[in-house]
């Protein structure tokens, strides 16, 4: 069994999001942010860092324990330890590994950045608006790449999807102009947001 310490953003769902769809089985433990709990001694003997999501496997490779943070490793830890979410083929595994990285490195981070800004006690308007016109504009690119592909690295459902799918639906619940108006973007969200897994993951 596998113990899932997260919170419902971006980066805690895409944890949960990737457990779901692999079909792993987990305990949910939730970490109140607003409370401090991720700066608790025993979550950080979890991660130093002090930031959700974590996963402890119990019965990690060779049995072994594995404590692991970090969003994105832990969607390819999931999908590697159940053979799914990544093209065996190595051309359509290069282009997920591309799709992948925008979508946790660009986009996640970006939204990230526009919340500390919104969020910060004396909030720069020039600096949010900067961030979110950056968001736009990745949003704007995966809008076009999906005009011309079924998934975000082709035709094969893959853990750039998961991730992107995370990223998106925080944007669209906490700045829905941003992605507005994108109607491939729109249609693939659509079904992904329709997957049993993702709706159990955001179920929260
Ligand atoms: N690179 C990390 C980032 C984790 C992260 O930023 N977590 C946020 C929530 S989305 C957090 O715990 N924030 C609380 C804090 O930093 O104090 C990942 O992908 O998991």
Redo the contacts with the bound molecule.
Sequence with gaps: MIDLYA?G????MRARIALEECGLKYNWHPID?TKGE?KAPQFLALNPH????VIVDNEGPGGKKVTM????AIMVYCAEKTGKFIPKDPAKKAAMLEAYMSASTDITPTF?AVNQVIRSKEPHGPTAEMFKQRLKGYFKVWDDFLGKRKYAAGDELTIADLSLYAGYWRTKGALPELVAGMAHLERWASELGARPGIQRALKI
């Design positions: 919170a953003t971006s980066n805690g942010l991720h002090g930031q959700i999501p943070s970090q969003s994105s990230g």
